[in-house]
């Protein structure tokens, strides 16, 4: 039985992707904060000392509060270092991703089009997608496909909380809406399910149309 | 009945596409050359007085011969500035695509990675992906999703004909191996089959890992 | 003594480059549109008859009025497609850079963020961006330095064209100004014055951190 | 008097900048790790004790030997998280920069095109281009140029360490050299010089036409 992991798997596009895989009856792990936080890198050692193997790995998190350069603390670096950065390497260091599988992980527009409110969460899922990027050709060999989903504006509760007038926002939008965690999930799922394994290395903007850059 | 035109339809990248849209029972056009060769225009204009409306259009053609910079010749460069750039903008210009549809251009990695000998190709698919780019936002208004996928090495007679020693090619690649057009093929229907939309305005590597560029 | 071809030199930013060339004493043919009109392939290989060999070329030319991509003719797309791609291409295919040399693309911010309203600048000027990387790799050999300089808003008469309300616009860029052609021409003067090399293959954007994306 | 720090002011590139800015007459300090060792946040604050204030920053500091992912400790993130980011964050949060300053970050071509055995480096600094780019847009207001420049093999100690045979490598490289640090140096020092300030928020290849990536 095909076996998945999805790190902040109980809500939001985690979640989403979750219940999109167990649709396809895996046995899906869908992790809480309070299976693992990766801000906190014991949770992150004890969560790995019962979980060391898996075929689809999905790397999630919810993101920091929107904050300024100038206001953001050592300790707001630090915390966000260990939650968008370190907690992921030290569990890519220490799983194994069984042969045929894949690992997708979430991350956000921001890492090409950086916002100052989201500077942290720039900075830290850009490192992260360097490591990512970088990764895919040793997993490569053994035919695991790595997939950097970078959404927009995605309606979560997080959006809700960053945005002062969703329903404003919306009309400045492209499609006129906001994404649904159900368009991710089901994009993952129909990923896995159609066994495209060549699609890897690749960061797939899922944004509707939101974004500027040419690529 | 879901309608789709595939341009470039009859064989590679192309074929795969129109079998998987088949295979969802969709009413599917392949268009040969013999149809429709965008590198003549009048050939195009004639295919667009035939073919005006449609839920999916595949915009995918052949790329030039292998010829390096100062080998171009003037009617190549304007040959071929048809067939993958002028071509493509007077479809757009003419054929409607129906609310809630899809269009999906098959560029290539040059554009990313531009490649010398493939520099008719870099130069005028990066040319057409702008439009495309310009053009994603325009055609959200209506709920059409505009997906550029851009393949990397791909398993068909092209590429035969572009690299001298194939299996020694394939050792070079993350992967070990060409990617399949079936996978492009099923990646396409997965996306349609999900009614996923909000993935619009991107450029998707599809090249098994094989570029080095960050995003 | 060293010799200088700046195309579109009797306006803008072509102006702005010639003027801080010639204040090296250099010989500068400032070529005006009578001189070569690269929208006119007969007009610019007349002028190749007469200029082949040189030691720094800027390839420069205005760009084509605001016109939105329905409105585009295929007479308009052909004349442009000589102006931005094709009319650069035969220059680079019959000139000789001499070793030690240099070229400077002018180009544009659109070929990284396209915009609307400049659909042909943003699709022809990535084009020969294609372009000119690949050649930047070849004329490396011969140590000739090739630099695409990506202007964003420059004080030239065809901002003041393209924008409406230039007083209200300049207050929406993050400098509060528009770029001023002569810290272009500086910028070019003080490469070649202090003989920097290395630095080649590379797009500068130019714009007074108005650009999102990342790089 | 026009006053300049530069970080790793004491080798390699670094010191180029700090001596081509010296032969400006400016009152430079090249700082060494002595005074500055960005690894270790209490130095980053003790010498934020004693500088506050300048008119030129230039960040740069040295790199982290060459390391895979799978041998890199939780004690190695951590520190050139310090190294390569933190400590950069903590000057930028605290030294005034002056209205019409400068800030140049030496970032490194690695960014772009990320490096496996330099993926810490590649990581990091990625992350502090984002936290430089979102920056260029304040410090635009007054005045104040950003520009990252992303060096590609330059000729310094550590491209001695981390290259096995140099002179083989140098064969393949487009202009078969390494690029000198005084390239380099020359170039912040004419950007400085002819007060050239529209060149923001611009990340700058320079590299010798070796990277492969479009822009």
Same mark, same amino acid.
């Given at each position: 039985?095909?076996?998945?992991?999805?790190?902040?798997?109980?809500?939001?596009?985690?979640? *989403?992707?979750?219940? /999109?895989?167990?649709? !396809?009856?895996?046995? $899906?792990?869908?992790?809480?904060?309070?299976?693992?936080?990766?801000?906190?890198?014991?949770? $992150?050692? @004890?969560?790995?000392?019962?979980?060391?193997?898996?075929?689809?790995? $999905?790397?999630?998190?919810?993101?920091?509060?929107?904050?300024?350069?100038?206001? $953001?603390?050592?300790?707001?670096?630090?915390?966000?270092?260990?939650?968008?950065? !370190?907690?992921?390497?030290?569990?890519?260091? @220490?799983?194994?991703?069984?042969?045929?599988?894949?690992?997708?992980?979430?991350?956000?527009?921001?890492?090409?089009?950086?916002?100052?409110?989201?500077?942290?969460?720039?900075?830290?899922?850009?490192?992260? /997608?360097?490591?990512?990027?970088?990764?895919?050709?040793?997993?490569?060999? @053994?035919?695991? /496909?790595?997939?950097?989903? *970078?959404?927009?504006?995605?309606?979560?509760?997080?959006?809700?909380?960053?945005?002062?007038?969703?329903?404003?926002?919306?009309?400045? !939008?492209?499609?006129?809406?906001?994404?649904?965690?159900?368009?991710?999930?089901?994009?993952?799922?129909?990923?896995?399910?159609?066994?495209?394994?060549?699609?890897?290395?690749?960061?797939?903007?899922?944004?509707?149309?939101?974004?500027?850059?040419?690529?």
């Amino acid at each position: 039985m095909t076996s998945a992991i999805v790190l902040g798997g109980s809500r939001g596009i985690g979640k *989403a992707i979750s219940d /999109s895989l167990k649709s !396809l009856n895996f046995d $899906v792990f869908a992790a809480s904060k309070k299976d693992i936080d990766t801000s906190n890198l014991e949770s $992150v050692k @004890k969560f790995l000392d019962n979980h060391n193997e898996v075929d689809i790995l $999905v790397l999630n998190t919810g993101g920091p509060e929107a904050k300024e350069f100038f206001n $953001v603390t050592e300790g707001d670096w630090e915390k966000y270092h260990n939650q968008l950065f !370190l907690g992921f390497c030290l569990v890519l260091q @220490k799983i194994k991703i069984n042969r045929e599988g894949y690992v997708f992980l979430i991350s956000s527009s921001v890492i090409k089009e950086p916002n100052p409110k989201l500077i942290i969460s720039s900075a830290y899922r850009a490192a992260f /997608s360097e490591v990512f990027k970088i990764l895919s050709k040793d997993y490569a060999k @053994k035919n695991i /496909s790595c997939i950097n989903i *970078a959404p927009g504006p995605i309606n979560t509760d997080r959006t809700k909380e960053l945005i002062e007038n969703v329903d404003k926002f919306k009309k400045t !939008l492209p499609m006129g809406r906001l994404g649904e965690p159900e368009e991710i999930g089901d994009f993952v799922k129909s990923i896995i399910q159609n066994k495209i394994k060549y699609l890897s290395g690749v960061t797939i903007n899922f944004d509707g149309a939101n974004s500027n850059y040419i690529f």
